[in-house]
């Protein structure tokens, strides 16, 4: 027959062949098996993991042996695993908010927003990773809340099943605050059960929100003081109107 392995095998898997087939030589059989990529008769292709074993005859090698499996399917399943861990990795790493991965208190991975939005710079994730949770909380969050009892509570719910999403307060290592929206959620990863955190910097906009309010009061305040009718119209509707324009008009400022 004019059929030898070699003439399956692709071409790039051939130096792998020669040392399996060396280490087969040399000591008569192989320490673990090795995975090629076969070719069919129509030219479609198949994965499999072959062992191999010298047999002797008359104590001296005579042959060489092979045992195949077909690995075709575990191998889709490897590659659809990869691609699809790939994916993970891409939007994980690019993602505009902070992801923080942890079990126990212990960090055991992050994205490269989470530095930022920490106040890690030109620093790597090792910086953070393995550090607890805790030393990012501040003694107590804008509700008084202690943040330990608090954030134990937390995980406890999340590890449960519940997916909280919630307002927290960090603090930098320049001791600067940051207000913070937080998704909580249980997932597992090597058959471990861990907890993600993905965060929001909200401090700007709870800043603006808080400005804006202030200023609002500010001018209600100056207007219902004001002797002079002030009404404010968005189209054809009254929005606002002050004491003085009740009074000279005779309408609540409710009508």
């Not at 003439?7 to 087939?21: F, G, K, R, T």
């Not at 449960?160 to 927290?168: A, R, V």
């Not at 209600?220 to 002797?227: F, G, L, T, V």
Request: charged content about 30%.
């Amino acid at each position: 027959a004019s059929l030898t392995f070699q003439s399956l095998l692709c071409e790039d898997q051939m130096p792998m062949a020669y040392l399996a087939v060396q280490e087969l030589l040399e000591t008569g059989w192989q320490k673990a098996p090795h995975e090629y990529r076969l070719r069919r008769k129509d030219g479609s292709y198949l994965w499999v993991e072959t062992r191999g074993f010298i047999m002797t005859r008359e104590g001296q090698s005579s042959l060489i042996c092979g045992i195949a499996r077909e690995i075709t399917e575990r191998k889709r399943m490897e590659e659809d695993l990869h691609e699809s861990a790939s994916k993970y990795q891409m939007l994980f790493d690019t993602a505009n908010d902070a992801i923080v991965i942890f079990k126990g208190d212990r960090i055991t991975d992050c994205n490269p927003k989470t530095l930022e939005l920490l106040g890690y710079q030109d620093v790597t994730s090792a910086a953070i990773i393995g550090k607890s949770v805790y030393d990012f909380f501040p003694d107590r969050q804008p509700d008084g809340a202690l943040s330990h009892p608090k954030g134990l509570e937390l995980y406890k719910a999340v590890i449960t099943g519940e997916s909280p999403y919630l307002e927290w307060e960090y603090v930098r290592p320049d001791s600067s605050r940051i207000l913070c929206e937080v998704s909580l959620n249980r997932i597992t990863i090597g058959g471990e059960t861990s907890v993600q955190a993905i965060i929001r910097d909200i401090t700007s906009r709870r800043q603006t929100e808080n400005a804006l309010r202030e200023s609002e009061e500010k001018f209600r305040k100056m207007a219902d003081s004001n002797a002079a009718a002030i009404v404010i119209h968005k189209g054809t509707h009254i929005i606002y109107a002050n004491t003085a324009t009740e009074k000279m008009s005779g309408f609540r400022k409710d009508e």
